[in-house]
C-alpha cells in the first residue's frame, strides 16, 4: 500500500532485477501512488495485472487537534507579525533563513520566525547561531509565557510543529536550501498557508510538483529566499491566494484511503474460502 520508488531507490531495483523480479510475484496487489510509481513497479517485475494507482494516503493525514501551546502563542504573538514558520531546518539552511529575517527585521520590526530544527541535537547549535547573530531569541522549553515580538522562537520541542503551522503568514518547509531532499508540505498546506520550498525536494518530488502545477507553492534557491520572502509579506493578496491554492490543492488529493480500502475488500472478497452448507 502506498507504494513509492523514489530515483535513488530505482538504481537499485534496476541493477538488482534479477533478484527482485521472483520477489515481486509473491504480492497478490500492489497499491502505488502514482502513475509514475506503478511504471516502475512494473518496470522492475511487478505483474502487470496486480498494480494499480489509489493515490497518496499522506494527503488524508487528518489536521492534528490544536494543542495548548498554539493558543497560548496565538496570545503572545497578538501585537507581532509577520509570522514565519520555519519547519523541519537542517544543517546550513538557519544562516540563510536567519539572515533573510534580518532584513525582514529591518522594515519590520515586529516579524517573529518560528524556527523548529529537525534534529533535537542541534538545538544548542541553533541557539549559538542566534547568539552570534545577536538576534533576540526564545526557547520554546524555557519560555515564560510571555510577548514575542521582533525575534525568534526556537521551537526545541518534538510533536508540536504541524499545529504551529497554523499560525504562520508563510511557512518554509526545510531540509531544500541544501541537498537533503526537502520534506513534506503537507502540513502546511491543511493550514492554507502561503508556503515556500527550496529547490532540492526529490523526497516529495511528485507532491511538490503537484501543488507547482497550481501555482500553489514557490520554489526557491538560496539566492531568491530573501526577496520572495519579502514579496510576499508585502502583498497581502499574492501570499493569502498562494495559500488558498495550497489548501485547494490538498482537498482534491483526498480519496485515497477509500480508494485503498476497496481495493483491499476487493481482494478479500476474491480470497475467502467458500462456505458450503449442508
Not at 506503478?38 to 489536521?63: C, F, Q, S, W
Request: proline share 6%.
Amino acid at each position: 500500500m502506498n507504494a513509492r520508488i523514489s530515483d535513488r531507490s530505482l538504481r537499485g531495483y534496476r541493477r538488482w532485477k534479477w533478484l527482485i523480479a521472483p520477489i515481486l510475484q509473491l504480492p497478490d496487489i500492489f497499491l502505488a501512488q502514482t502513475e509514475q510509481d506503478a511504471h516502475r513497479l512494473l518496470e522492475i517485475g511487478a505483474p502487470a495485472g496486480r498494480v494499480l494507482t489509489t493515490g497518496n494516503l499522506k494527503y488524508d493525514v487528518p489536521r492534528p487537534q490544536t494543542p495548548k501551546i498554539v493558543e497560548e502563542l496565538r496570545g503572545a504573538l497578538a501585537t507581532a507579525g509577520p509570522i514565519l514558520v520555519c519547519g523541519s531546518t537542517v544543517e546550513g539552511e538557519e544562516p540563510l533563513l536567519l539572515g533573510a529575517f534580518t532584513n525582514i527585521l529591518a522594515n519590520h520590526a515586529g516579524a517573529v520566525m518560528l524556527l523548529a530544527p529537525r534534529h533535537p541535537h542541534r538545538f544548542d547549535h541553533v541557539e549559538t547561531l542566534l547568539r552570534e547573530l545577536k538576534l533576540p531569541f526564545w526557547r520554546r522549553s524555557k519560555w515564560s509565557g510571555g510577548p514575542i515580538r521582533g525575534g525568534v522562537l526556537l521551537v526545541d520541542s518534538i510533536g508540536e510543529l504541524s499545529s504551529l503551522y497554523a499560525l504562520a503568514d508563510i511557512a518554509f518547509v526545510g531540509g531544500s536550501l541544501v541537498p537533503r531532499g526537502g520534506h513534506n508540505i503537507i502540513e502546511p498546506a491543511q493550514h492554507g498557508v502561503a508556503i515556500i520550498v527550496g529547490n532540492h525536494t526529490e523526497n516529495f518530488r511528485e507532491i511538490v510538483g503537484l501543488f507547482q502545477s497550481r501555482e500553489a507553492v514557490r520554489v526557491v534557491g538560496p539566492a531568491e529566499l530573501p526577496l520572495t520572502l519579502i514579496q510576499l509579506i508585502e502583498n497581502v493578496a499574492e501570499r493569502h491566494a498562494l495559500g488558498e491554492r495550497a489548501a485547494e490543492t490538498l482537498g482534491l488529493q483526498r480519496g485515497a484511503t477509500e480508494r485503498t480500502l476497496a481495493e483491499l475488500r476487493n481482494l478479500l472478497a476474491k480470497n475467502a474460502p467458500e462456505v458450503t452448507h449442508a
